[in-house]
Each structure stands twice: as structure tokens, then as C-alpha cells.
């Protein structure tokens, strides 16, 4: 696909950017998010060799990072509040929720591309905690019974 062609000369062009730098498999990751909105295995193969590091080094980078997916991200994206307002008040058993309704780990993407289920630092409404945002939408006061009842909605 031309398309992708373009897709990969511009992450040539990013590692051509940083290469050299000091953790430089940061940035590169970051363009490569933008560019592909995920970081799949050749393209993560692509930024080892560019940057002369290891493949190994890559994957531990974006799998540290809840920023990088390594899949395509869902229809839906969840992103449930793991600040420490909301988990205080109970956030992970949301987390926990999601995760057992959806069937997937946080971090993934259900089979069926519909939902990605990701947890994430302060959104800014701890006093709605805890919150969650599905897309741009923003779910406060969560309970974890509330979970199916909001997800049948999507
Ligand atoms: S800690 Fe969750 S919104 Fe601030």
C-alpha cells in the first residue's frame, strides 16, 4: 500500500532524527505512535536496526510505557483513572470489573476491535473519582456493578 510506504519513510525519518541520541527509543516510539497509532513487531524490528539497539530493548520500552500499544487501538477506548484519588476510592476494582466483563488484560484490545481497555494516570476530576473516560466521555463516582450497565451503552 502506498500509504504505509509513506508510513514507514516517515519513521525512517524519525530514527534518522534521533539516532545517536541518549534514549533515543523513546521519541522514536512516541513518532511511531503518531504515525501508526500503534507499535506493531516490524515496525518495533524497524527501530532496533535504525537505531542500532536490540529488539528485546524496543519491546521493553513499549511495553513499560501504557502510552505505546502494541495492537491497534479499539473502537472504544477506556481509560480508567489510576491516580491516587480515584484509586483510593476504589478505581482498580473498576479496572478489575472491565477487565473480567471485556476478557481482556489492561493494555489490550478486545477480539472483536471494539473496546481497548487501558488505565491511566490523574485525568483532572479527582472529584469525581473514580473516574473513568470511555472515548471523550467521562464516568465519575464509579461503582463496579455500574461496569455492564455503561459498557451495554457502547
Ligand atoms: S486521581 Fe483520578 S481523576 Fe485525579
Same mark, same amino acid.
Given at each position: 500500500?502506498?500509504?504505509?510506504?509513506?508510513?514507514?519513510?516517515?519513521?525512517?525519518?524519525?530514527?534518522?532524527?534521533?539516532?545517536?541520541?541518549?534514549?533515543?527509543?523513546?521519541?522514536?516510539?512516541?513518532?511511531?505512535?503518531?504515525?501508526?497509532?500503534?507499535?506493531?513487531?516490524?515496525?518495533?524490528?524497524?527501530?532496533? &536496526?535504525? #537505531?542500532?539497539?536490540? +529488539?528485546?530493548?524496543?519491546? *521493553?520500552?513499549? !511495553?513499560?510505557?501504557?502510552? $505505546?500499544? =502494541?495492537?491497534?487501538?479499539?473502537?472504544?477506548?477506556?481509560?480508567?483513572?489510576?491516580?491516587?484519588?480515584?484509586?483510593?476510592?476504589?478505581?482498580?476494582?473498576?479496572? &478489575?470489573? #472491565?477487565?473480567?466483563? +471485556?476478557?481482556?488484560?489492561? *493494555?489490550?484490545? !478486545?477480539?472483536?476491535?471494539? $473496546?481497548? =481497555?487501558?488505565?491511566?494516570?490523574?485525568?483532572?476530576?479527582?472529584?469525581?473519582?473514580?473516574?473513568?473516560?470511555?472515548?471523550?466521555?467521562?464516568?465519575?463516582?464509579?461503582?463496579?456493578?455500574?461496569?455492564?450497565?455503561?459498557?451495554?451503552?457502547?
Amino acid at each position: 500500500m502506498p500509504d504505509n510506504k509513506e508510513k514507514y519513510a516517515q519513521l525512517q525519518e524519525a530514527i534518522a532524527k534521533h539516532k545517536g541520541e541518549r534514549g533515543a527509543v523513546m521519541p522514536v516510539l512516541q513518532e511511531a505512535m503518531n504515525i501508526f497509532g500503534y507499535v506493531p513487531q516490524d515496525v518495533q524490528e524497524m527501530i532496533a &536496526d535504525g #537505531l542500532g539497539t536490540t +529488539l528485546s530493548e524496543v519491546y *521493553g520500552v513499549s !511495553t513499560f510505557y501504557s502510552q $505505546f500499544s =502494541l495492537e491497534p487501538k479499539g473502537e472504544h477506548v477506556i481509560g480508567v483513572c489510576l491516580g491516587t484519588a480515584c484509586y483510593v476510592k476504589g478505581s482498580q476494582k473498576v479496572l &478489575d470489573k #472491565l477487565s473480567e466483563e +471485556l476478557k481482556i488484560e489492561v *493494555g489490550r484490545t !478486545t477480539k472483536d476491535g471494539k $473496546f481497548t =481497555l487501558n488505565a491511566t494516570r490523574c485525568l483532572g476530576a479527582c472529584g469525581l473519582a473514580p473516574v473513568m473516560m470511555i472515548g471523550d466521555e467521562v464516568y465519575g463516582r464509579l461503582t463496579p456493578d455500574q461496569v455492564p450497565e455503561i459498557l451495554a451503552k457502547y
